[in-house]
C-alpha cells in the first residue's frame, strides 16, 4: 500500500511539473528586445533614391602607362567618343650575351613577333602596322604617360604591313614550328637585320651596352575610320614576344636565328592618342566643349588615358539636417550607387568594362579609397553585372562620414579598372535621364534618438 501511495504522488507531480512548463510556453513569441523599449521608442529603416548627384565626364589629363603586364596596339573608331590609337614604345633585351652572327653574314628574314592575349573592338578591319627604330633613349627612372613620344628614325621597318587581330588562332604554322599559341607575326625590313649583324661584337657584351647603341623600337598603327580593335599584348612572355632575326653565317651556312626580347627590367610603355572631333555632339558638348550640366543625362568612361566621370552629392547635408529632430541623430544603415548602362544594345562589339573603380577627391592631387572599401569586394562592388546591365558600389560608410562631417571629400572620381592598359569604354544613364534606370543612390536609414 506505501509503494503505491508513493507512486501516485509522484506521477501528480510529473503531471504538475509539465502543466506549469505547458502554461509558460503558451505566452505569444515576441521579437527579441521588444519589451526593452516602448512602441514610440522603435527604430524605424526609411528609404530614399532621390538624393541629388551632380555628375559630369571629363578628360584625364596624365596617366602612367609604363611598365604594366599588358600593353595594347592597334586602332578603333568609337562612333560616340571618336578614335583611338593605341602604340608601343621599348627597349629590347639581348637573349644571350657575346653573340656572333659571323664573318659574312647574310640576313633571311626579321619578323617581330606579338603575344596575343585579347582584343576589345571589331577584329575584322584590317590594321596597318608602323615599325619604328628610336632616335632617342629610354629613360628607366622617368615617368612615361599616355602622351609621352620619343623621336624615331625615319623608316618604316614594317612598310605598312597589315594584319587583322586574331585572337583564338592556334596551331599557326611558321617554318618548321608550329605555334600554340594566338601571335601577330609582323615582318620587318632586312636592313635592321644588317644593321645588328654589322654592330661591333662589344655592342652584345651585355644588354646595358645594346640598349646604348639600339635604343628601341616604336610600334603603331594607322588610324581607321570605321570599326578597328585594340590588340591586348603580353610585352614579357619572353619565348613568345620577340624580335627574331633569321641569318646564315655565310651564303652557304645552315639558316639560324638570333632573337631580342622585353622583359620587366627594360622600359617600355603605352602612347595613346585620341581625336575626339569625331565623337558624337553630345559627347563633344559634354567632354571637350565643358557643358558639365549634360551630364545629368548622360556620362561617358574610357580607358586608355581618355575619360573618367566626377560624382558629388551636393544635397546630402541639407537632406541629413531636414530629417533630424531635436536630440536625434541619423545613421546610414545601406547606401548603394547604382551606375546604369545607357547606351545602345547594338553596341554588342564594344562590351561594358569587367569593373569600375571609385576614388574619393581629398584636393586636386590627391585621392584616397572610400572607408566602404575597406570592407571588402563582396561587399563595396564594382563588378559590372550582366543581368541588371548595372554596376553598384557600397558608400554607407562614405555618406555616413560625411554627414558627420569627420571625412574630406571634394567628390568621387569614377573610371575603368585598369585604364592604362585595357581598352574598355561605358556609357551610363545621368540621374536626370528619361531612361527606366538612371544613376541614383538607394538609400536605407534611421533617425535614433538620443
Request: no cysteine.
Given at each position: 500500500m506505501k509503494t503505491q501511495f508513493f507512486s501516485n504522488i509522484f506521477k501528480i507531480l510529473i503531471v504538475s511539473v509539465l502543466a506549469i512548463f505547458g502554461f509558460s510556453c503558451s505566452k505569444t513569441t515576441e521579437t527579441i528586445g521588444n519589451g526593452l523599449l516602448s512602441d514610440s521608442d522603435h527604430i524605424g529603416v526609411a528609404f530614399t533614391d532621390t538624393l541629388h548627384i551632380a555628375c559630369y565626364s571629363q578628360l584625364v589629363d596624365s596617366m602612367p602607362t609604363k611598365g604594366y603586364s599588358t600593353v595594347l596596339l592597334g586602332s578603333m573608331m568609337d562612333p560616340?567618343?571618336?578614335m583611338t590609337d593605341a602604340g608601343v614604345i621599348t627597349q629590347l633585351h639581348l637573349s644571350s650575351t657575346n653573340h656572333y652572327f659571323g664573318d659574312n653574314p647574310v640576313i633571311d628574314s626579321v619578323v617581330l613577333?606579338?603575344?596575343?592575349?585579347?582584343?576589345y573592338g571589331d577584329t575584322t578591319t584590317?590594321?596597318?602596322?608602323?615599325?619604328?627604330?628610336?632616335?632617342?633613349t629610354l629613360s628607366a627612372t622617368e615617368s612615361y604617360y599616355q602622351f609621352s613620344d620619343i623621336d624615331t628614325k625615319y623608316e618604316d621597318l614594317a612598310n605598312g604591313f597589315q594584319f587583322r587581330p586574331r585572337p583564338r588562332t592556334k596551331n599557326t604554322v611558321v617554318g618548321n614550328d608550329t605555334l600554340t599559341y594566338p601571335v601577330i607575326r609582323i615582318p620587318l625590313s632586312n636592313s635592321l637585320g644588317e644593321q645588328l649583324a654589322a654592330a661591333d661584337s662589344s655592342i652584345f657584351s651585355s644588354t646595358e651596352s645594346f640598349k646604348e647603341y639600339f635604343y628601341g623600337l616604336k610600334i603603331c598603327c594607322e588610324s581607321v575610320y570605321?570599326?578597328?580593335?585594340?590588340?591586348?599584348i603580353n610585352p614579357t612572355s619572353n619565348t613568345i614576344t620577340q624580335l627574331q632575326v633569321y641569318y646564315r653565317e655565310t651564303p652557304d651556312a645552315n639558316p639560324m636565328r638570333y632573337y631580342f626580347y622585353i622583359t620587366s627590367e627594360d622600359v617600355y610603355f603605352n602612347q595613346y592618342l585620341h581625336d575626339y572631333t569625331l565623337g558624337s555632339p553630345e559627347f563633344m558638348q559634354q567632354v571637350i566643349d565643358g557643358q558639365t550640366e549634360m551630364g545629368q543625362q548622360q556620362l561617358y568612361l574610357q580607358s586608355m588615358g581618355g575619360v573618367r566621370c566626377v560624382l558629388r552629392f551636393t544635397d546630402v547635408l541639407d537632406w541629413a539636417e531636414n530629417l533630424k529632430e531635436?536630440?536625434?541623430h541619423l545613421i546610414i544603415n545601406e547606401a548603394k550607387l547604382v551606375l546604369p548602362f545607357g547606351g545602345a544594345e547594338s553596341d554588342t562589339l564594344l562590351a561594358p568594362p569587367t569593373s569600375l573603380a571609385l576614388l574619393n577627391i581629398k584636393n586636386d592631387t590627391v585621392t584616397s579609397l572610400l572607408p566602404d572599401y575597406l570592407e571588402g569586394t563582396s561587399y563595396y562592388g564594382g563588378n559590372y553585372s550582366s543581368d541588371k546591365k548595372n554596376v553598384t558600389f557600397r558608400v554607407s560608410e562614405y555618406l555616413q562620414e560625411l554627414i558627420l562631417g569627420s571625412y574630406t571629400s571634394q567628390g568621387l572620381y569614377l573610371s575603368i579598372t585598369g585604364a592604362s592598359f585595357n581598352a574598355q569604354r561605358w556609357v551610363m544613364a545621368g540621374p536626370e535621364s528619361a531612361q527606366e534606370q538612371a544613376l541614383r543612390c538607394e538609400v536605407k536609414y534611421s533617425i535614433v534618438k538620443e
Open positions: 560616340v567618343m571618336g613577333q606579338l603575344s596575343l592575349t585579347g582584343y584590317w590594321q596597318t602596322v608602323h615599325v619604328y627604330e628610336l632616335a632617342d570605321q570599326g578597328g580593335a585594340i590588340s591586348y531635436e536630440g536625434s
